[in-house]
């Protein structure tokens, strides 16, 4: 864009590659065949969340894209940008009621954080469907990818010390979840941008309030260090963006959790060594170093643990109440979505959808059951704000993977 420049966003890049620790050493050999193998399992995998999912996607399976950690931070502040466009063009229009040394100064910061940011995590996720990307040279945006960061992949399967073949396949089938859910229903990802740029532009920022709220973002970075409870999201939200907030979190909950589930559901019948893969990787996802948990919990990483597990567990309780044909009322329409409070209350869902005569906003505005509203869910929701990578990236709107940004 032209004008004010809210982030640098050459800088950004240009920080976190510098800063990102280099992948585990491998021949270009090993490399070379991790690659294939990744390209490989996730067609492989497609298959099979298919038939589990019983969600039909028109899309022939396409093989991952496959990046390294340089890759996976550009491929990031691409999707930033895009996700960010409605408020930096915002902010543009009024960029002649300021000082350019202020914009300009502010934008380069910003630029260096969201870079440091970006190379803590890209040396901890290991795959994300990536929902925003740049408009493709037609000019047409491209329906999402699906990244896999197989210095990352290579680095955890020999630190969990577990089968190679088996842990790849492991998260590829929880990374097709997402191309499953995110191809097969078509709306999904339309609702996911809407509530994300809505979200953004809820709050009528201008520069100072933007700085004042910079500041009090670097309050809360100096609270989790000590120990506090300070989280960078809830620096900065107005009470409409906690409506549209609750809504986003319980969409990602459920995908994330259906993502989970799907992996754990299909993982025995078609990863032998599944049960070991998933005790240590787990006992990994709560470890760490007192820095390392500081920036998860500033980055609401642990509340997004606390999301995958209560969205499996909505899914298990709704397929085991009414099977997976029923579940999968869920994507009939935004308005069959759970709410938050419906999530921690699956037979709240249950009757509200799954056993009503109509299905809510299903078919173009067929009536809801009487009771429901499928209105945004109500407040209060453990909303961690990052709307939502899975991974704690302060968010393209990805949804992502099993590892997640545990490192």
């Known amino acids: 864009m032209d004008g004010m420049q809210v982030i640098d966003w050459d800088l950004a890049v240009a920080t976190g590659t510098r800063l990102v620790r280099p992948g585990p050493q491998v021949s270009r050999e090993e490399a070379r065949q991790a690659v294939a193998q990744l390209r490989r399992l996730s067609r492989e995998a497609e298959g099979h969340v298919r038939e589990f999912t019983r969600i039909d996607t028109e899309t022939a399976p396409q093989p991952a894209t496959i990046v390294d950690r340089p890759g996976w931070i550009k491929a990031n502040v691409d999707g930033f940008r895009v996700v960010l466009e409605p408020l930096t063009d915002r902010l543009a229009a009024r960029g002649a009621q300021t000082p350019a040394i202020v914009t300009s100064m502010g934008a380069r910061v910003t630029g260096v954080?969201?870079?440091?940011?970006?190379?803590?995590?890209?040396?901890?996720?290991?795959?994300?469907?990536?929902?925003?990307?740049?408009?493709?040279?037609?000019?047409?945006?491209?329906?999402?990818?699906?990244?896999?960061?197989a210095p990352n992949i290579v680095h955890t399967e020999q630190e969990l010390d577990v089968n190679p073949d088996d842990f790849r396949l492991w998260v590829c089938l929880h990374e097709e979840t997402h191309r499953v859910q995110f191809t097969g229903v078509p709306w999904l990802r339309e609702y996911v941008r809407s509530q994300t740029t809505q979200f953004l532009l809820a709050s009528d920022i201008d520069l100072s309030t933007l700085l004042e709220r910079f500041r009090s973002a670097a309050d809360a970075v100096a609270d989790a260090v000590r120990g506090g409870e300070g989280n960078l999201i809830d620096a900065i939200q107005t009470p409409e963006q906690r409506a549209i907030l609750d809504r986003l979190t319980a969409v990602m909950t459920l995908v994330e959790g259906h993502g989970d589930y799907v992996m754990d559901a299909v993982g025995p019948s078609v990863v032998p060594s599944v049960a070991e893969i998933r005790g240590k990787f787990h006992h990994?996802?709560?470890?760490?170093?007192?820095?390392?948990?500081?920036?998860?919990?500033?980055?609401?990483?642990?509340?997004?643990?606390?999301?995958?597990?209560?969205?499996?567990?909505?899914?298990?309780?709704?397929?085991?109440?009414?099977?997976?044909?029923?579940?999968?009322?869920?994507?009939?329409?935004?308005?069959?979505?759970?709410?938050?409070?419906?999530?921690?209350?699956?037979?709240?869902?249950?009757?509200?959808?799954?056993?009503?005569?109509?299905?809510?906003?299903?078919?173009?505005?067929?009536?809801?059951?009487?009771?429901?509203?499928?209105?945004?869910?109500?407040?209060?929701?453990?909303?961690?704000?990052?709307?939502?990578?899975?991974?704690g990236t302060p968010d393209t709107g990805d949804t992502s993977k099993p590892g997640g940004a545990e490192g």
């Open 113 to 149: 954080e969201v870079g440091a940011v970006l190379a803590f995590l890209a040396s901890r996720v290991l795959g994300q469907y990536e929902l925003f990307l740049p408009p493709d040279p037609r000019g047409e945006a491209p329906t999402g990818r699906l990244t896999l960061v």
């Open 284 to 391: 990994r996802r709560e470890g760490g170093s007192r820095f390392d948990r500081t920036i998860r919990r500033l980055l609401g990483i642990d509340l997004k643990m606390k999301q995958y597990a209560q969205g499996s567990a909505f899914v298990r309780a709704v397929v085991d109440r009414v099977g997976m044909d029923g579940f999968n009322k869920v994507w009939a329409s935004p308005e069959t979505l759970p709410t938050t409070d419906e999530i921690a209350h699956p037979e709240r869902w249950v009757a509200r959808v799954a056993e009503a005569r109509t299905v809510p906003g299903a078919g173009g505005g067929t009536p809801l059951p009487a009771g429901g509203d499928g209105a945004a869910p109500k407040a209060g929701a453990a909303g961690d704000g990052t709307p939502d990578t899975g991974d």
